[in-house]
């Protein structure tokens, strides 16, 4: 087979990517490992910056997460008990986020693609990628005990933190940095009502918590947990009792709890691998960076990355080689700024173990000082909703 982009890894990076080279005309195959459900099954980041949000409209499929997602307009942040307002709309000269879960918007993508022909391989085996170093890159699969290969300009490597794209790289020609926390994020997804219209982070001697949504009647939340702890050991009610505890109390009184949906602990770590172009490979989303999930940044920063390959693939092919030259400084640029908000978001949000008083009455004192300065709460609010494209 021969297209002018493999794209590996089905994820929304993946999909963006897929939607918006067949929209300019670019010819583009997705290989995905898993099968379509398990895809689906993953439950995700759920709140979109307007880069998300434009670049799913100019992909085509925006109609159902205007019709259906959420626009938040601030957060709160609970601290002592007390509840403090960001107004993200007025602090950013009228910028909000979208609340839409990637499991919808990863239907919507697949959807989109199924109708329009596109092809798509899902469990595409022992996925391998060849010769990206020369102008003929290639990438070979085993599908049904027979092995493909494909012929292509570029390869796309979308294919998440443990895909094979980035493990392909000679270890001398990449640098990866990384921090792994000392904890991780018990998660919860109920089909009951969010415990407030915006998302409320909560800063607790018992450890963070957050109160997030996926609908009016789907709600998702969290609690900080050490990485020893193990999900059977939360059944529902020690979940919701727990979550009570670190509320303040008319909040807590005022939950609506019900069965879990779903239940996991995910652990949480800061990763950037430099640079994000070799040869014809080329690195987006996961694969790239993960990022802490307490500032909303990982699908918002695959979504960027995206929006620079697809428009440097498109200037490529109308004659100009400026955008795949300059593709990872201006990815990096925007990752590691969002990276220093997550990292920031975490420390100042989160009970480490190894704080020192010190340290602990110094975080007290920046938590105070970012809820009662202007200049302090305008910068969050700022990278919240996302920061604007150099280009």
Known sequence: MRVQVAIVGAGPAGLILGQLLHKAGIDAIILEVHTPEYVLGRIRAGVLEQVAVDLLDEAGVGRRMHAEGLVHRGI??????????????????????????????????????????????YEAKEVSVHDFDSHHPRVRYVKDGATHEIECDFIAGCDGF???????????????????????????????????????????????????????????YYLQMPLSEHVEHWPDERFWDELRRRLDPQTAET?????????????????????????????????????????????????????????????????????????????????????????????????????????????????????????ARTTLAENYVGLPFAD
């Open 255 to 375: 939950l609506v709890t019900g069965p879990s949906i779903e239940k996991s602990i995910a652990p949480l770590r800061s990763f950037v691998a430099e640079p994000l172009r070799f040869g014809r490979l080329f690195l987006a989303g996961d694969a790239a960076h993960i990022v802490p999930p307490t500032g909303a940044k990982g699908l918002n920063l695959a979504a960027s990355d995206v929006r620079y390959l697809s428009r440097a693939l498109v200037d490529f092919y109308h004659g100009s080689t400026s955008g795949i030259d300059h593709y990872s400084e201006r990815c990096l640029s925007r990752i590691w700024k969002a990276e220093r908000f997550s990292w920031w978001m975490t420390l100042l949000l989160h009970r480490f173990p190894d704080t020192n008083a010190f340290d602990r009455k110094a975080l007290e004192a920046e938590l105070d000082y970012v809820v009662h300065s202007l200049a």
């Open 76 to 121: 709160d942040l609970l601290i002592g008990g007390r509840r403090h307002r960001i107004d993200l709309h007025g602090l950013t000269g009228g910028k909000t986020v979208m609340v839409y879960g990637q499991t919808e918007l990863t239907k919507d993508l697949m959807e989109a693609r199924l109708a329009a022909g596109l092809k798509t391989v």
């Open 162 to 220: 443990h895909g094979v794209c980035r493990a392909s790289v000679p270890r001398n020609a990449i640098a990866n940095y990384e921090r792994v926390y000392p904890f991780g994020w018990l998660g919860l997804l109920s089909d009951t009502p969010p415990a407030s219209e915006e998302l409320i982070y909560v800063k607790h001697e018992r450890g963070f918590a957050l109160c997030s949504m996926r609908s009016h009647t789907r709600s998702r």
